[in-house]
C-alpha cells in the first residue's frame, strides 16, 4: 500500500505544480522569446510586477480618495438639499396656515356680512310692514269718518265745469300712473266732475293697471268718495257689472284679474266700500276663482299676488319670512284688526282649501315628469336619441312643472304651510343595472382603471390637467378674445356643466347635430346635382380664401416682418413639440409674442395641414388647441369648421383613395373631441354617417374614430346611452354583410376597445411593507446589472428576525415568480448571500430539492413551468457551487428511474405519453451540462447518457406512439440539440436493442472492474449509474489533460460568473490559486480514497497482494530526484520545433486528394479501399523528383499524419473564433473592470464541487503573430 501511494502523491503533487504553473505560461513563454530564458529576464519580470503593484495600489489609492472626496460632497449636498427641503416645507405649512386662516376670515366675513343683510332685511320688512299698516289705518278712518264733512253746493260753483277739461280727465283715468298721481290730483282738485262720476267710474273699472299703479288709482278713489257722495255705490255696481261680464269670456285676462282683486282689496281695506259690501264682493272672485281652477291652477299668480299686497289684512296671514324674522329679531308686526277675524276666517279656509289642491297636482306633474323622463331613457337606450316631437314636449312640461314648483313654494311661504315631499325615481338605476356605476366620479385618490374613462392615470394628466394661461400671460394679451369666450358657452367644462345641456348648450348642439343630418339626407342627391354644390362650394370657397389671405396680407405687412419670420420659425418647429412639456411651453409662448388674428388663422392652417403620416402629432396638437381655448376661442371654433368640412368632403366623395388623409381626419376630430374642443354630439353624428354607409373606407374611418375617442363617448354620462347604441348597430351590420376577414377584426377590436368583456377583478393579497419590499428587491428589480445592488439591501435585512429569514427562504425557493432569464441571478445572489448567512443557502438547496421531488411525486400538467423552473435553479446552483455533482446526477437518474417502470405497464407517475421528464432533463444538462467536461465529471455524464438515450428509446418504443399519433418531432429536436451541444463526437444510438446493448457492455465492464463478473451478480442501473464514480486516477489525468482546451473555452463563462474573484488583486488571486489547487487536489484525494478502496476489492476478490518494500521506496525516491533534475535542466533549454513537412509543388497539389478520416476505430473493414496520398521526394543527381504513394488509412504513418491535421485545423479555426472576437473580449474586460470598482471582496471558496483552474484572459488584442507562429516580435 505504500508503495502504491508514493506515486499517487507524486502525480497529485505534479498535476499541482503544472496547475500553478497554467496561468503564467503564456507569461514564461514571452519572457523566454524576450530574454532567452535568462535570470536577468526573471528579475526584470520580478521587478516589473512590483511596478504594477505599486500603480495598482496607487490607483486603488486614487480612487479610495475620490470616493471618499466624492461621498463626502454627496453628503454636504444631501445635508443642504435636506435643510433646502425643510425649509420649502417650513414656508409650504406657513403658507397653508396663512391661506386657511384667510379663508377662515373670508368666510367669517362672508357669514357676518349675510347675518348682517338678514338683518337689515328683516328690519326693514318690519319698517314696511308698520308703514303700510298706519297708511292703511288713516286712510281708512279718514274714509268712513268724513262721509258727512262732504263740500256745499257753493263749493262746486267755483271749480272748472267746462266739458273739455272734464273730458280730458276722465279718458286720462284709463290711462293712469304712479307717475301721473300729483298731476291728477291737482286737475281733481280744480274741476267739477258731479256730471261726470258714472264716466269716471266706467273709466276707473275699466283702467288697465299695473300693479304698480293700484296705490295711485286707490288715492284717486279716495279723493272722488271724500268729494262726491254717489261715487262708491256707482263703483261697487261698475265692478259688480265688470266681474259678471269677465265670467263669459272664454279667455280671461290673468293680470287685469290680478290687478283687479288687489284694487278691490284695497278699496274695502281702505273704508270706500263698506266690508259687507266690499268683502262679499272679494270672497265671491275669490271663490269662483278657486272653484274654476281647481284642476289647472292658471290662476295661482293671482291668489299669490292677492296674498302677498292684501292677504295680512283680509286673511290675517303671517308670512314664513315675517315669522322667522319676530322670532329671531324678537320683532313685533302689526296686527291685522282692520277687520274682524270672523271675517278673516273664510278667506283662510279658502287659501288653504287651495293650496291643498295644488300641492296635489305638483305631486301630479312630478310623477308624469318622471315617467316621461324614464320612457325618454328607455327610447335613448333603444334608438340613442330622441325625436324633435318628444324632446319639445319634455322641455315644455319640465318648464311648467318648474313654474308650478315655485309658484307652489311662494305660496307656501306666504301661507306659511309646508312644501309637500317629492319623491325620487329609484327605478332609474334598476333599469340599467350596474352599467352606470361606471360614471360615478370617484375621489381624486382612487381612480379606477378599468372603469375609468382614460387608460390610466397618464392619460387623465394629458387630457384634463391643462396649463392655465390666464395665471401666466397677462390679460392684455388675449382681450381681443373675450367676445368669443361668450361665444363657446356650449362647450361643456365639467361634468357639472353637461348635466345642464337640456338648455341652451342643447340647443345649439342640436342645431349643429340638424345641419350634419341634413348633409346625410342630402346624399342621396342625384349625381349632377352633388357635382354643381360642389363646383359652388369650391367657387365659394376659393373666393372666402383670396379675402382672408388678402386680409392677412394686408395684416402681415402692418406688424412687420419680424413677427412674420418669428411665425414661420414656431410653425417649423411645431412638428418637434413630441411631449406634454414642449407643447405646453409652445402655447404659452404663441399666446405671449405671436397672438394676433392672422397668425391665429395661419396656426389653425398649419395645425389643419398636419402630414398626414405624422399621426403621432395628434394628441399634442389637440392639447395645444385645449390649452389655447380659454385665451383664443376662435383657434377651436375654426378647426373644428374646417375638420367638419374636410369630413363632409370625404363622405359626399365616396371614393376608394386617401384612406390616410381620411383616418388622419378622424383622428385629429376624435382627439378633440377628448379635449372637449369638439363637441360630443357632432362626433357621434360623424359615426352615424359613416355607419349609414358602412362599406370600404367607411369602415376604417369608423373604427379608427372609436379606437381614437370611442372609450370617452362609451364612458361619459351624457353619451353612454347614444354611444352603445351605435356600437350595437356596427356589430348587427358586421353580422349581416359579408366583410373581409381584415375588417372584421378591426370592427371587433374597435367594439371592444370601447366596451370591454367583463373581466373578474383578481383579489391581490396584502403583504406587510418589508415582505413586499422583499419580493420587488427579487422578482422585480433584480438583473444582472444590478446583483450588487439587491445583495446589498438583502445583506440589510433583520436576518435575527426568524420570520423575515423564513418568507426570504421562501421566496428564493419560489423560483418561478421570477422571470426565466433572471433565475441565474437569484443563483449568484444566494451564493453571495451565503457566506453571511449559510444556513440560508443550505434551505434553499433543500427546498429546490424538495420542489422537484415533490413534483415528481404530484406529476400535474398545471406544475409544468414551476419544475421547469426549479431544475433551472438547481443547475445554476451547481454553476455558482452551491451543491455539488453527486446532486445534480442523483436528480438526473432520478428522472429516468424514479417511478419508471421497466416492464412496459402504465405508472401513474410516468405515463407512456408523458415525455416531461425528458425535457427536465435536457433543461439541467442545458444549465450545467457543459461544465462536465473532464476528470471524473465528464465520466458520469458520459455513463449517464447511455442510460438515458436507453430512456428515450423505450419511451420511443411504446404503443401510444403510431403513425397517426407519432413521437413529437420538438422532443426529437430538444434531444438531439442537448447531446450535439455536450458530446459532439458521440454515436447516438439507433434503437432500443443498441441502447440497451450499450448498457449492458457499460455494466459488464463496471462489474469486470469491481471483480464481480466471475460470480454473475447483477446490480441494478441506478446503482451502477451511481458507482461510476470509482475510476482510474490514470485515467483522469489523461482525460484532464486532453481536455484542458475545452477547460479554456468553457472557463469564459465561468469567469463571467465569478468576477469577483477575477477582479482582485494578484496576490489574492494566488493566493486563490493554491486554495483552489488544494481544493482540487482535497476532491481528488477523495476520488482517489474511493479508488484505493475499489482497489482493495479487487484485491479481496481474488487479486495479487502487494507487500510494502523498502527498496520500492527508495527507487521511488530516486526516480522523482531524477525527474526533478531532468526537469530543471530541461526548463533552460530553448525547444526547436522540427520542420516536418515540405512544400509541395503546385503541378502536383492538383493531382493530390485527401484520405478520409479513419472509421472504426482503426478496423480492417476497409484497408485496401481507404487510403492517403503521400509525396515522396527523391533526387537523382541535382534533380529533385516527386512520387505519390498511396499509404493505407490503417497505418501508423497516415493515421497520425490525419490527426495532426485535424488538430492543426481545428486550432486554426478556433484561433480564428478568438481573433474575430476582439471586441467582444474588449466589452467584456471593460465589464469586469466595472465589476472590479464593485468587488470588495473575492468569493467563498467551495469544496463542495471539483476546482479547477481558472482561464486568464488576456488583455487586450491578441498576438497575431504568436497565434500563428508567423514570426515578428
Not at 320683532?331 to 295644488?358: C, G, H, V, W
Not at 381624486?444 to 375609468?452: I, M, R, S, V
Not at 353619451?719 to 356600437?727: D, F, I, N
Request: charged residues 35%; aromatic residues 6%.
Amino acid at each position: 500500500m505504500d508503495e502504491k501511494e508514493t506515486p499517487a502523491f507524486s502525480s497529485e503533487k505534479k498535476e499541482g505544480a503544472e496547475r500553478r504553473t497554467g496561468p503564467s505560461r503564456d507569461k514564461l513563454r514571452d519572457e523566454q522569446k524576450a530574454g532567452g530564458g535568462g535570470s536577468s529576464g526573471r528579475r526584470e519580470g520580478l521587478k516589473s510586477a512590483e511596478e504594477k503593484k505599486k500603480r495598482q495600489e496607487d490607483e486603488k489609492r486614487k480612487k479610495e480618495d475620490e470616493k471618499r472626496k466624492k461621498k463626502e460632497e454627496e453628503k454636504l449636498k444631501a445635508e443642504e438639499e435636506q435643510r433646502k427641503k425643510e425649509e420649502e416645507e417650513k414656508k409650504k405649512v406657513e403658507e397653508e396656515e396663512r391661506k386657511k386662516q384667510e379663508e377662515e376670515e373670508k368666510r367669517q366675513r362672508e357669514e357676518e356680512a349675510a347675518r348682517q343683510r338678514e338683518k337689515e332685511e328683516a328690519y326693514q320688512l318690519h319698517q314696511e310692514a308698520w308703514e303700510r299698516h298706519q297708511t292703511r289705518l288713516e286712510l281708512r278712518s279718514r274714509n268712513q269718518t268724513n262721509q258727512e264733512s262732504r263740500p256745499e253746493e257753493s263749493f262746486f260753483t267755483r271749480l272748472d265745469s267746462s266739458l273739455k277739461k272734464n273730458t280730458a280727465f276722465v279718458k286720462k283715468l284709463r290711462t293712469m300712473t304712479e307717475q301721473q298721481r300729483d298731476a291728477l290730483s291737482g286737475d281733481f282738485s280744480v274741476l267739477n266732475l258731479s256730471k261726470y262720476i258714472a264716466e269716471a267710474v266706467a273709466s276707473v273699472v275699466e283702467a288697465k293697471l299695473k300693479l304698480s299703479d293700484v296705490n295711485c288709482a286707490v288715492h284717486l278713489c279716495c279723493l272722488f268718495h271724500l268729494r262726491y257722495v254717489d261715487f262708491s255705490p256707482l263703483l261697487l255696481q261698475g265692478w259688480r257689472k265688470h266681474f259678471e261680464a269677465r265670467r263669459e269670456e272664454r279667455t280671461p285676462n290673468i293680470s287685469k284679474l290680478r290687478t283687479d282683486m288687489r284694487f278691490i282689496a284695497e278699496l274695502t281695506v281702505c273704508g270706500i266700500f263698506t266690508d259687507k259690501e266690499g268683502l262679499s264682493l272679494v270672497y265671491e272672485q275669490l271663490k269662483s276663482i278657486v272653484c274654476a281652477d281647481r284642476d289647472t291652477h292658471s290662476h295661482v299668480s293671482v291668489i299669490i299676488s292677492f296674498c302677498r299686497h292684501c292677504g295680512d289684512d283680509v286673511a290675517s296671514l303671517v308670512t314664513r319670512k315675517m315669522k322667522l324674522a319676530s322670532d329671531k329679531y324678537s320683532l313685533s308686526f302689526p296686527p291685522s284688526d282692520i277687520i274682524s277675524a270672523e271675517k278673516q276666517q273664510p278667506f283662510m279656509n279658502l287659501l288653504r282649501e287651495y293650496f291643498t289642491s295644488l300641492t296635489k297636482h305638483l305631486k301630479k306633474d312630478h310623477r308624469e315628469l318622471q315617467n316621461l323622463e324614464r320612457q325618454n331613457r328607455r327610447i335613448l337606450h333603444s334608438k340613442g336619441e330622441l325625436s324633435e316631437d318628444r324632446h319639445k314636449q319634455y322641455e315644455e312640461f319640465a318648464t311648467s312643472y318648474q313654474k308650478l314648483l315655485a309658484n307652489t313654494q311662494s305660496l307656501a311661504d306666504l301661507l306659511d304651510e309646508n312644501m309637500p315631499e317629492l319623491p325620487q325615481d329609484k327605478s332609474a338605476q334598476e333599469e340599467h343595472g350596474t352599467g352606470i356605476d361606471i360614471f360615478t366620479p370617484g375621489r381624486p385618490g382612487e381612480y379606477d382603471l378599468d372603469g375609468g374613462i382614460w387608460e390610466d392615470e397618464d392619460a387623465r394628466n394629458f387630457y384634463e390637467n391643462l396649463i392655465d394661461l390666464k395665471a401666466f400671460v397677462p390679460a392684455i394679451l388675449f382681450k381681443d378674445n373675450a367676445q368669443n369666450k361668450d361665444g363657446n358657452k356650449e362647450e361643456p367644462k365639467d361634468s357639472k356643466e353637461a348635466k345642464d345641456t337640456k338648455d341652451g348648450k342643447d340647443s345649439k348642439d342640436s342645431a349643429a347635430t340638424e345641419e350634419l343630418e341634413l348633409e346625410l339626407e342630402n346624399l342621396d342627391i342625384n349625381d349632377d346635382i352633388i357635382g354643381e354644390e360642389e363646383v359652388a362650394d369650391e367657387t365659394e370657397d376659393l373666393n372666402q380664401k383670396l379675402l382672408e389671405e388678402h386680409e392677412q396680407d394686408e395684416e402681415e405687412t402692418s406688424t412687420g416682418s419680424h413677427l412674420k419670420l418669428i411665425v414661420d420659425a414656431f410653425l417649423q418647429q411645431l412638428p418637434n413639440c413630441v411631449n406634454r412639456d414642449l407643447i405646453d411651453k409652445a402655447a404659452m409662448d404663441f399666446c405671449m409674442n405671436m397672438n394676433t388674428k392672422a397668425n391665429r388663422r395661419k396656426l389653425v392652417r398649419a395645425l389643419f395641414t398636419v402630414p398626414r403620416q405624422r399621426l403621432d402629432l395628434l394628441p399634442f396638437y389637440a392639447r395645444l388647441v385645449g390649452t389655447l381655448h380659454p385665451c383664443m376661442g376662435d383657434v377651436a371654433e375654426d378647426l373644428c369648421t374646417m375638420l367638419k368640412g374636410d369630413f363632409r368632403f370625404h363622405v359626399r366623395k365616396k371614393d376608394q383613395i386617401n384612406i390616410e388623409t381620411k383616418n388622419k381626419t378622424v383622428r385629429f376630430i376624435g382627439e378633440l373631441a377628448k379635449f372637449k374642443m369638439f363637441s360630443k354630439n357632432d362626433t357621434l353624428h360623424c359615426l352615424k354617417m359613416l355607419l349609414a354607409d358602412f362599406s370600404h373606407h367607411h369602415i376604417e374611418m369608423a373604427c379608427t374614430l372609436l379606437e381614437t375617442a370611442g372609450r370617452f363617448l362609451f364612458r361619459s354620462p351624457e353619451s353612454h346611452l347614444r354611444t352603445s347604441v351605435l356600437l350595437e348597430q356596427m356589430m348587427r351590420k358586421k353580422q349581416a354583410m359579408h366583410l373581409d376577414a381584415r375588417y372584421v377584426t378591426m370592427v371587433e377590436n374597435a367594439y371592444y376597445y370601447c366596451n370591454p368583456p367583463p373581466v373578474e377583478k383578481t383579489i391581490r393579497k396584502k403583504r406587510p411593507p418589508l415582505q413586499e419590499y422583499i419580493r420587488k428587491l427579487l422578482y422585480k428589480d433584480l438583473s444582472k446589472v444590478t446583483t450588487e445592488k439587491v445583495l446589498r439591501q438583502m445583506r440589510k435585512l433583520a436576518w435575527h428576525d426568524a420570520e423575515v429569514k423564513e418568507y426570504v427562504i421562501n421566496c428564493m425557493i419560489n423560483i418561478w415568480n421570477v422571470k426565466y432569464n433572471s433565475i441565474h441571478c437569484v443563483a449568484n445572489l444566494l451564493a453571495g448571500l451565503v457566506p453571511y448567512q449559510e444556513d440560508v443557502g443550505i434551505h434553499v438547496v433543500d427546498g429546490v430539492l424538495e420542489d422537484i421531488r415533490l413534483g415528481m411525486e404530484v406529476n400535474q400538467p398545471k406544475f409544468n413551468q414551476r419544475r421547469i423552473s426549479s431544475v433551472k435553479f438547481l443547475g445554476e446552483l451547481y454553476n455558482y457551487r452551491m451543491v455539488e455533482s453527486t446532486v445534480i446526477f442523483r436528480i438526473l437518474y432520478s428522472f429516468i428511474t424514479f417511478g419508471v417502470s421497466t416492464d412496459g405497464s402504465a405508472t401513474p407517475l410516468d405515463p407512456p405519453e408523458h415525455l416531461f421528464r425528458i425535457r427536465l432533463v435536457c433543461t439541467l444538462l442545458d444549465t450545467c451540462g457543459q461544465y462536465f467536461d473532464r476528470g471524473s465529471s465528464k465520466r458520469k455524464l458520459d455513463c449517464f447518457l447511455v442510460y438515458f438515450q436507453r430512456y428515450i428509446w423505450w419511451k420511443k418504443s411504446l404503443d401510444v406512439w403510431t403513425k397517426d399519433h407519432p413521437f413529437p418531432i420538438d422532443v426529437d429536436y430538444m434531444i438531439s440539440d442537448i447531446l450535439e451541444l455536450l458530446r459532439p463526437k458521440m454515436k447516438f444510438c439507433t434503437s432500443l436493442e443498441e441502447a440497451i446493448k450499450q448498457v449492458q457492455e457499460l455494466e459488464r465492464e463496471f462489474l469486470i472492474k469491481l471483480g464481480l463478473a466471475i460470480d454473475g451478480k447483477d446490480s441494478k442501473s441506478e446503482k451502477l449509474g451511481e458507482g461510476e464514480e470509482n475510476q482510474d486516477d490514470d485515467e483522469d489525468d489523461e482525460e484532464e489533460e486532453g481536455g484542458a482546451e475545452t477547460e479554456e473555452q468553457s472557463g469564459n463563462e465561468s469567469e463571467m460568473n465569478e468576477h469577483e474573484e477575477e477582479d482582485a488583486s494578484e496576490n489574492e488571486v494566488e493566493d486563490e490559486e493554491e486554495e483552489e489547487n488544494t481544493d482540487y487536489l482535497t476532491d481528488s484525494n477523495k476520488e482517489n480514497e474511493t479508488d484505493e478502496d475499489n482497489n482493495d476489492v479487487m484485491i479481496k476478490g481474488g487479486g495479487l497482494k502487494h507487500l510494502p518494500c523498502a527498496e520500492d521506496e527508495e527507487f521511488i525516491q530516486a526516480l522523482d530526484k531524477m525527474m526533478l533534475e531532468n526537469l530543471q535542466q530541461r526548463t533552460g533549454e530553448s525547444v526547436k520545433v522540427h520542420q516536418l513537412d515540405v512544400a509541395i509543388p503546385l503541378q502536383l497539389k492538383s493531382q493530390l486528394k485527401k484520405g478520409p478520416p479513419p472509421q472504426g476505430g482503426g478496423e480492417g473493414d476497409s484497408e485496401n479501399s481507404e487510403t492517403m496520398q503521400f509525396v515522396m521526394l527523391t533526387r537523382r543527381g541535382n534533380k529533385q523528383q516527386f512520387k505519390i504513394l498511396n499509404v493505407p488509412m490503417n497505418s501508423q504513418l497516415a493515421a497520425n499524419h490525419w490527426n495532426q491535421q485535424q488538430a492543426e485545423q481545428e486550432e486554426r479555426m478556433r484561433m480564428k473564433k478568438l481573433t474575430l472576437d476582439i471586441n467582444e473580449r474588449q466589452e467584456q474586460e471593460d465589464y469586469q473592470e466595472m465589476l472590479q470598482s464593485l468587488a470588495q471582496r473575492p468569493a467563498p471558496a467551495n469544496t463542495n464541487r471539483e476546482r479547477r483552474p481558472r482561464y486568464q484572459h488576456p488583455k487586450g488584442a491578441p498576438n497575431a503573430d504568436l497565434i500563428f507562429k508567423t514570426g515578428g516580435r
